[in-house]
């Protein structure tokens, strides 16, 4: 049993240092490419050619997604093969690599944690779980300390981060939902699975838009047609955001931080 506890102290630590992996490869992806340009989805059809024993011989996606060219500022029109499906209006990132070819990636909101502090935190969890298996207070302590300063800092930059932006309200009205199926039923899971987003209309820029909104939520009923919502429109680039500078983001940092501090201080009260 005590093997079990204590194996059961590392999962935090490699949950987060995967989850942050996965998107440092994004991250990374994101960084290759030698141009890129923000477009939305203006259709997706599922392509599937089965032979005579009913196997796939191809099963794709085809999206076709508008952007402004940055070198022509002329509205693009390009179709993409994709294994991922894309909703109508859906907002995404259209990157031209390095070497020539060009793809098409799912648009995501500025997360909160960078993806590499995600795996140095992922990091010092896991340091923190080996030395307190080894017995190394004083060292599991410092992981500690190391966790809380680092997930506080992270927290107050990206406030400051938003605040800078001078974010404005933009209001907007949920005109449909879009559901979007994750898992099948199986012997194990009980049930079909699915995550709902909302499709909004709002107007920016003296025109009239429409967009299939990141945020989301596995209850059918979170979004209703006809309700409204809170988007953000940075001045500077007229980028559309759902998120906002949020003061309880700072509250968490501070408070995080704070006890990274306190952690740190115990520490070396006791080594002095």
């Given amino acids: ?47 599937v050619k089965k032979d005579a024993k009913d196997r796939d011989v191809y099963n794709f ?71 307190q298996n080894q017995g190394k207070q004083e060292l599991a302590m410092a992981a500690l300390a190391a966790t809380f300063l680092i997930s506080g800092a992270a927290l107050i930059i990206n406030y400051v981060k938003l605040r800078k932006k001078n974010l ?25 699975r699915f995550t709902y987003y909302p499709v909004v209309r709002y107007e920016a820029g003296g025109r009239e838009c429409i967009r299939r909104c990141l945020i989301n939520s596995s209850g059918e009923k979170t979004f209703k047609i006809g309700d409204t919502m809170k988007l953000y429109l940075e001045p500077a680039t007229g980028a559309v955001r759902e998120k906002c500078a949020r003061p309880g983001v700072l509250t968490a940092g501070i408070v995080l931080a704070a006890l990274g501090l306190v952690v740190g201080l115990s520490i070396l009260s006791v080594l002095l």
């Fill in 61 to 131: 996606y085809n999206v076709s997604v508008e952007y402004i060219d940055k070198e022509s500022h002329h509205t693009v029109r390009q179709s993409f093969k994709s294994t991922s499906e894309y909703a109508l209006s859906q907002p995404v990132r259209v990157v031209r690599e390095s070497s020539g070819k060009t793809s098409v990636t799912e648009k995501v909101d500025e997360e909160i944690f960078h993806p590499l502090t995600m795996m140095v935190v992922g990091a010092a969890l896991i340091l923190l779980a080996l030395w």
């Fill in 168 to 192: 404005t309200v933009l209001e907007a009205t949920i005109t449909d939902v879009y559901k979007r199926q994750i898992s099948k039923e199986t012997k194990i899971i009980r049930g079909n």
């Fill in 1 to 47: 049993m005590a093997d079990f506890q204590q194996l059961f102290l590392y999962i935090p630590g490699i949950v987060i240092f995967l989850v942050g992996s996965g998107r440092t490869r994004g991250w990374i992806r994101g960084l290759r490419g030698t141009d890129s340009a923000d477009g939305v989805v203006t259709a997706c059809e599922h392509v």
